[in-house]
C-alpha cells in the first residue's frame, strides 16, 4: 500500500507558476510510475505528465512546454512545476502511483486559475 499527500495548489492570476509537491510513503518499489491527473468541475479525469522511476517523461499535449513534471526518488516525491497558467487549468490535481502490483491515489489538491 502507498499513500500519496499532495500539496501546493492555490488560487493564481492568469499568466502565473505554481508548484505541486507529492509525497508518497508506503512499499515504494524501485520500478514504478508517478503521475498527475486533473479534473475540472463537470469534466472526467484526464493525465496531465508522467513520470518513469528512471526519469522517461509524458506530457499532455495541453500542457507540453508550460508544465514539467520531476522526481525526488531519495524523497519519494514529485513534483509539477506549472507555468503560464490558463483559466482552463483550473482542476483539483490528483497525484498518482502504480507499479506492477499496485495503484494509489492521493487526495487531491485545488488549482484555481483566476483574476
Known amino acids: 500500500q502507498v499513500t500519496l499527500v499532495e500539496s501546493g495548489g492555490d488560487l493564481v492570476q492568469p499568466g502565473g507558476s505554481l508548484r505541486l509537491s507529492c509525497v508518497a510513503s508506503?512499499?515504494?518499489?524501485?520500478?514504478?510510475?508517478m503521475a498527475w491527473h486533473r479534473q475540472a468541475p463537470g469534466k472526467e479525469r484526464e493525465l496531465v505528465a508522467l513520470?518513469?522511476?528512471?526519469?522517461?517523461?509524458n506530457y499532455a499535449d495541453s500542457v507540453k512546454g508550460r508544465f514539467t513534471i520531476s522526481r525526488d526518488n531519495a524523497k519519494n516525491t514529485v513534483y509539477l512545476q506549472m507555468n503560464s497558467l490558463k483559466p482552463e487549468d483550473t482542476a483539483v490535481y490528483y497525484c498518482?502511483?502504480?507499479?506492477?502490483?499496485?495503484?494509489?491515489w492521493g487526495k487531491g489538491t485545488l488549482v484555481t486559475v483566476s483574476t
Open positions: 498518482r502511483y502504480f507499479d506492477y502490483a499496485n495503484g494509489s
Open positions: 508506503g512499499s515504494i518499489r524501485s520500478i514504478s510510475v
Open positions: 513520470i518513469t522511476s528512471d526519469g522517461s517523461r
